[in-house]
């Protein structure tokens, strides 16, 4: 068992539609990230959040600590959140990284 | 602020050559990791530094890799004896200081191939 697992692993969802992403953890964190990845591998920091919620435009994560779960809301999906997913928890001062979640959002 | 860059973009190599890459982090970041990332799965921790120490390595790290950052600034990683499994995305990203909840900005990737 993965010590960050994520769920679901693909997801496909026409564009307007509110997506979740889910990401639970075994390990002890002191805080989750939330990243996106592009074709060609680049990653960009979405969030970093040790409790409760942060919201940034279409885009909110939100994280239980006691239940040591975070989730990832878009709200009005676009084709341009078509992108992979990654939760990764900040344990001992490095990254334990989920497999990613792809999204694809059609027109 | 010109962002984590690293060098090169693509790198293919034949098995059993050595392979060198670069990571230029934001300036006055003090800390700086590697991680390597296979298609479909995400990445995995190999190594990080603190200024010009390093403090962690993986046990993905065999003796085969070795990572520098002599002057506290950029990074090499380097791959002695290429092997085809050695092929995966190569990702830097660095942080501006100590402690586990500062955010990590990533570099682009080196993408290797291994023929």
């Known amino acids: 068992k993965n010590e960050v697992e994520q769920s679901p692993q693909n997801l496909t969802a026409q564009e307007g539609e509110f997506i979740t992403i889910n990401c639970s953890y075994s390990v002890g964190i002191s805080a989750l990230h939330w990243l996106q990845q592009h074709p060609g591998g680049g990653i960009v920091s979405l969030f970093m959040?040790?409790?409760g919620k942060k919201k940034h435009g279409r885009l909110i994560a939100t994280i239980n600590i006691q239940e040591k779960h975070s989730s990832l809301h878009i709200t009005a999906s676009h084709p341009r959140d078509s992108a992979v997913y990654i939760c990764?928890?900040?344990?001992?001062?490095?990254?334990?990284f989920g497999t990613g979640t792809r999204l694809q959002v059609f027109p | 602020d010109t962002g984590v860059s690293q060098n090169p973009r693509h790198k293919i190599t034949k098995r059993g050559q050595n392979v060198t890459f670069r990571c230029d982090p934001i300036?006055?970041?003090?800390?700086l990791y590697w991680y390597r990332q296979t298609l479909g799965q995400g990445p995995e921790f190999l190594t990080y530094f603190q200024n010009e120490a390093q403090l962690e390595k993986s046990r993905l790290l065999s003796d085969r890799f070795s990572a520098e950052r002599p002057k506290g600034s950029f990074s090499t990683l380097e791959i002695q004896r290429t092997e085809q499994g050695d092929s995966a995305m190569y990702l830097c990203?660095?942080?501006?200081?100590?402690?586990?909840?500062?955010?990590?900005?990533f570099g682009p990737g080196t993408r290797l191939t291994v023929l």
């Open positions: 990203a660095s942080s501006p200081l100590a402690g586990g909840r500062n955010e990590q900005f």
């Open positions: 300036s006055e970041h003090n800390r």
């Open positions: 990764a928890a900040y344990n001992t001062d490095k990254l334990i």
């Open positions: 959040l040790s409790s």
